[in-house]
């Protein structure tokens, strides 16, 4: 059965820190995609990052970085310089190629950046 | 800005009371989908519109339906709420279905609260 795991339920670090959310799925599928997503005290989600299966490539977008490891099942989210901004609930989330609209979520991991 | 908007922000309600939920949408996305968010917990998909064609998920309670008047706009009914169903709902559009493809979009959530 698919399944998205996201050991650390809250992690709390001071400002300008480098910190890495985890983030492990499970799968049958050889296509999947996976997800992450931000959602800040105000409530909305807001999307960061889409990678399929076929791509284990490292992206980076400014001081986000994402890590996909297929032989580890992980897809781990790095924020460096951490800042205030960042306090955030962040979901990782799992779809796999043969359901159209289903997101696997994740639990969550609570983001506290102390200034 | 395209965006998608959710009203109102917060509602309250009386136990039983039949309460709407709107949200509309300038993307212009085929899609449209509502979720359940409780406390600390990760979005729960209620249904989802394809265009018209309205997909309701297995173990969504009857007490809530939805109506999709026309592309823009799509509306939550819950026709008599528990104290149970007092959370976030939130409402979100892709362009298709299809997750590989084309994420979500999420709008701001409505908080209802059930009194």
């Known amino acids: 059965a698919q399944k998205v795991t996201q050991a650390q339920t809250e992690i709390s670090v001071v400002e300008k820190e480098d910190v890495t959310l985890d983030c492990v799925y499970e799968?049958?599928?050889?296509?999947?995609?996976l997800f992450w997503y931000k959602q800040p005290p105000s409530g909305e989600l807001v999307f960061l990052i889409r990678?399929?299966?076929?791509d284990e490539q490292n992206e980076i977008s400014g001081r986000y970085s994402w890590n996909f490891q297929k032989s580890t099942s992980s897809f781990n989210f790095t924020i460096t310089a951490s800042q205030v901004v960042d306090s955030a609930v962040y979901f990782c989330a799992l779809s796999e190629a043969d359901s159209n609209y289903q997101l696997i979520w994740g639990a969550g991991t609570k983001l506290i950046i102390k200034p | 800005d395209a965006m998608v908007i959710q009203n109102p922000r917060y509602q309250v309600t009386q136990f039983g009371k039949p309460v709407t939920l709107s949200c509309s949408q300038t993307l212009n996305h085929n899609v449209m989908y509502w979720y359940q968010q409780k406390s600390s917990q990760a979005p729960k998909l209620l249904f989802h519109?394809?265009?018209?064609?309205?997909?309701n998920e297995a173990d969504t309670p009857d007490n809530f339906q939805s109506r999709r008047p026309n592309t823009s706009f799509c509306f939550l009914d819950i026709r008599s709420p528990g104290l149970g169903d007092a959370a976030m709902y939130l409402c979100?559009?892709?362009?298709?279905?299809?997750?590989?493809?084309?994420?979500?979009?999420f709008g701001p959530g409505t908080r209802l609260t059930v009194t």
């Open positions: 990678r399929n299966s076929f």
């Open positions: 979100a559009t892709s362009r298709e279905r299809g997750m590989g493809l084309y994420e979500q979009y």
């Open positions: 519109y394809y265009d018209k064609d309205f997909n």
């Open positions: 799968t049958r599928d050889t296509t999947y995609y």
